[in-house]
C-alpha cells in the first residue's frame, strides 16, 4: 500500500516532482532553465532521482544521447550549505550551476558549467569539463529519465490510474 512506503522509498519515487524543499526563487531558476534547454532541442526533466540516493534538479537528454545535470543555486547561502554537487558527476556528461544574475558567479568550479537563469529563460555563460559517461551508467541513466517521463506523463494524463502523486 502506498501509505506504507518508507522515507527513501518516497524520496526515490520518480512520481515526485516538487517536494516542498524548492524554494520560490529556485522554482523561478529551474523554470528558466528548463525553458533555454526545451529551445535548444534537449528533453528535461526535474526532481529525477539517482541511483546513489541523490535528486537531481534538471537532467537534459539531448537529441544525441548527451545527458546534463543542472544544479539549481538559489543564493550564495543555498551553494556554501549544500556540498554534494560532486556526487552529481557520475551520472551526467556535464554538470551545470545555474544561478540568478546577482549571483557570485566566481565561487562557481571552473570545472562546472555556468547558466545564469531567470523565470522566463536562461544564458549558457560557461560549458563545463565535459566526462562521457561509460556505457552501462548511459543505458542506466536513459532508462532513469524515460521511466520517470513516461510515468510522469500517465499519471498527468490519468491521475486514476493507480500512480501516487
Known amino acids: 500500500m502506498a501509505s506504507e512506503r518508507s522515507a527513501a522509498e518516497l524520496d526515490q519515487d520518480p512520481l515526485i516532482v516538487a517536494d516542498g524543499r524548492q524554494s520560490d526563487a529556485a522554482a523561478a531558476l529551474q523554470r528558466g532553465v528548463c525553458r533555454t534547454l526545451r529551445a535548444f532541442g534537449h528533453s528535461v526533466i526535474t526532481e529525477l532521482p539517482l541511483a546513489n540516493g541523490r535528486r537531481a534538479d534538471v537532467v537534459a537528454l539531448s537529441a544525441s544521447g548527451d545527458i546534463m545535470i543542472v544544479e539549481i543555486k538559489s543564493c550564495l547561502t543555498d551553494y556554501r550549505t549544500d556540498g554534494k554537487w560532486h556526487e552529481y558527476l557520475d551520472f ?27 523565470r522566463y529563460g536562461a544564458e549558457l555563460v560557461r560549458e563545463p569539463t565535459e566526462e562521457r559517461l561509460n556505457a552501462a551508467r548511459r543505458k542506466t541513466m536513459m532508462l532513469c529519465f524515460a521511466r520517470a517521463a513516461a510515468l510522469r506523463l500517465q499519471h498527468h494524463l490519468d491521475p486514476g490510474c493507480g500512480l501516487r502523486s
Open 92 to 118: 551526467c556528461d556535464r554538470l551545470y550551476f545555474a544561478v540568478s544574475a546577482d549571483f557570485p558567479n566566481e565561487v562557481i568550479p571552473e570545472r562546472a558549467g555556468l547558466i545564469l537563469a531567470d
